[in-house]
């Protein structure tokens, strides 16, 4: 008896469910993906409505199949439009995968931005640096053929938004498309995308025509430049959600400046002047050298914008 009240000691229970959270969290949650559904009201009335699939921070290596046969089912939706918010490789020699994984949607009109992991592969961090002022600084050699893989996907037929725009007519729609390249590095550049915006005929916005800004990390600073172009809507990653998110309380971090608040799913982004909606998806891995994810499932965004309702 002595022997099983010892084994029913607060400390030997508060190991047990210790134990138990490491195994969830690293072996079941980061491979239970799913879909976030939001509906957002920006189209002019009478407009059809727009299934946006949004893709974010895959993180792929090249041995990870399961998430591969994941993505590519996701063509089974039939979205629209397929908006990838970065962070796509997770490994150096990810590219093919990735690739094939992406090939899935070749004829879906695509727009892309990069983030810090299509430039440089993972290494291994402190954990803790997450809850503290991230590194903005690239001061490490490039590892990542980041030329091939813009390359890859602008074969398969997708744009590319890094500091530059487009404009897509989407079920009858004309939808105005512009993107940052990402400011964790601080690769972004508002000016050369204003000077992209100009080229491409999105430079005024033109009323009635919806307006959609991209970007990885969702710095305040690049958000404000965004909304200063006059986004309706701005999709970003980056986050991951918090990937640890304490439960009633949410995420610990953005590792980023927006607040932990509004580090997963669909928020608002306003100044004195103007507003837009902001999706930040919680993305669908980790750093190969953080595989955990706790109270804060792999996702993919599915958008659906709609004319305002009464």
């Not at 000691?9 to 969290?25: C, D, E, K, R, Y």
């Not at 600084?137 to 725009?165: K, P, W, Y």
């Not at 607040?259 to 982004?269: E, I, T």
Request: proline fraction near 7%.
């Amino acid at each position: 008896m002595a022997r099983n009240s010892r084994c029913c000691t607060p400390a030997a229970a508060l190991g047990w469910a210790a134990a138990g959270v490491l195994l969830w969290s690293t072996v079941v949650e980061r491979r239970l993906f799913t879909i976030r559904r939001h509906e957002l009201p920006i189209l002019p009335s009478e407009a059809a409505p727009v299934r946006v699939l949004q893709l974010s921070d895959l993180h792929l290596a090249p041995w990870q199949t399961n998430k591969i046969n994941w993505v590519r089912s996701l063509a089974e939706l039939k979205p629209d439009l397929v908006v990838l918010t970065g962070d796509l490789m997770g490994h150096v020699g990810a590219r093919p995968a990735l690739l094939h994984a992406l090939s899935a949607f070749e004829g879906v009109p695509t727009v892309f931005v990069h983030g810090s992991n299509d430039y440089y592969g993972p290494k291994f961090k402190n954990p803790l640096k997450y809850l503290r002022e991230p590194s903005r600084l690239s001061t490490r050699e490039q590892d990542i053929d980041n030329a091939a893989l813009t390359s890859g996907l602008t074969a398969l037929g997708f744009t590319d938004l890094n500091n530059s725009a487009t404009s897509i007519t989407l079920r009858g729609t004309e939808i105005e498309f512009f993107g940052l390249n990402d400011p964790h590095i601080r690769f972004d550049d508002p000016d050369e995308m204003r000077a992209s915006m100009g080229a491409a005929g999105v430079a005024q916005a033109k009323p009635g025509t919806p307006r959609i800004g991209v970007v990885h990390a969702p710095y305040q600073s690049a958000l404000g430049a965004l909304l200063g172009e006059g986004a309706d809507a701005i999709l970003a990653g980056h986050t991951h959600g918090g990937q640890v998110r304490v439960p009633g309380i949410g995420a610990l971090t953005s590792n980023s400046d927006l607040p932990p608040s509004q580090a997963r799913g669909l928020s608002v982004w306003y100044d004195a002047h103007r507003a837009a909606y902001l999706n930040v998806s919680a993305g669908l891995g980790n750093s190969i050298y953080a595989p955990v994810r706790f109270a804060c499932r792999p996702e993919a965004s599915l958008l659906t914008l709609t004319p305002p309702t009464a």
